[in-house]
């Protein structure tokens, strides 16, 4: 898997699924050394609790179909007519094809168990940069799962989560595992793993808006197709609730910010200006817009 240090891994919402477990959580703090995802305070709106994320949509190649993907199965097990997984051994490997994205969970894990798989697979809505990755940890003893192999596309790879296109599980695996898979937000769906919208893939990627102001960061966002959809006043003085607003003076500045849905960012804020946020850039070689 790439181990690129812009690889940050998000945080799951475990509002769709029931997410990973706590030891998978500080597995992944372990792992990844790249600045993490900005969590949201609690508010008392409905806001998602935010945690290490997982990767895993489907990236077409010429061997896969778009929004499908793939992970090393059993001899003949072919998907059926509604299959959400398609099924076949190759070379002493599982491989799976995900035929439905948006199938539940109960569904991938029958069929997974049918050819003597005990994995557990959930696709979460992800991030640009989350899409296509993923992740696959121990449940029991909490430890990254090396002999599940990932299959990477071929080429050059332009994202914080890799770009895999499979996973291969050996022939006799005796598990349990837990595999994480990052696909995209249907309409009106948030994002379960989320990561700061600077990071490699993701659309404010080497743009330096770190330490300008609210209406700087706004029309950057607007020129990107995106638009406010919450800030987080990030002083540490103030009361947890009160540091969700949906709006704030104009003349504040930006010190961070992610996706939370297709075309909606929340802007991490503060009253004066961070010292660390001075160039406005980071995990990027060289500026992209302005």
């Known amino acids: 898997m790439n181990t690129d240090v812009d690889r940050v891994v998000a945080h799951l919402d475990p509002g769709p699924g029931p997410g990973m477990t706590e030891g998978a959580h500080a597995l992944m703090r372990e792992i990844i050394t790249a600045e993490p995802a900005p ?132 022939v006799g695996f005796q598990g349990p595992a837990e595999i994480t898979l990052g696909r995209e937000a249907a309409p009106g769906e948030e994002y379960a793993n989320v990561t700061s919208f600077d990071a490699l893939g993701e659309p404010m990627h080497c743009v330096a808006f770190r330490g300008r102001t609210v209406a700087e960061v706004r029309e950057l966002l607007a020129q990107r197709g995106l638009a406010v959809h919450e800030f987080r006043d990030t002083n540490p003085y103030i009361d947890e609730e009160a540091a969700s607003r949906t709006s704030v003076p104009d003349s504040w500045y930006v010190n961070g910010g992610y996706l939370r849905a297709p075309g909606k960012a929340n802007l991490n804020v503060s009253e004066q200006p961070e010292e660390s946020d001075a160039g406005g850039l980071r995990n990027c070689a060289a500026p992209q817009g302005s």
């Open 39 to 170: 969590a949201p305070r609690p508010a008392r709106r409905r806001r998602p609790v935010l945690r290490l994320a997982l990767p895993g949509v489907a990236l077409a190649t010429a061997a896969f179909v778009a929004l499908s993907w793939l992970l090393p199965t059993g001899p003949g097990f072919g998907p059926g007519p509604a299959a959400a997984l398609d099924i076949r051994e190759e070379n002493g490997y599982y491989v799976v094809e995900v035929k439905d994205l948006y199938a539940g969970p109960d569904r991938y894990q029958e069929q997974l168990r049918g050819v003597g798989l005990d994995v557990t697979l959930r696709l979460t809505p992800s991030t640009p940069s989350m899409v296509g990755s993923i992740f696959p940890t121990s449940p029991t003893d909490h430890r990254y799962l090396d002999e599940i192999k990932t299959i990477d596309q071929p080429g050059a790879c332009e994202k914080m989560g890799g770009c895999p296109i499979g996973v291969k599980v050996p």
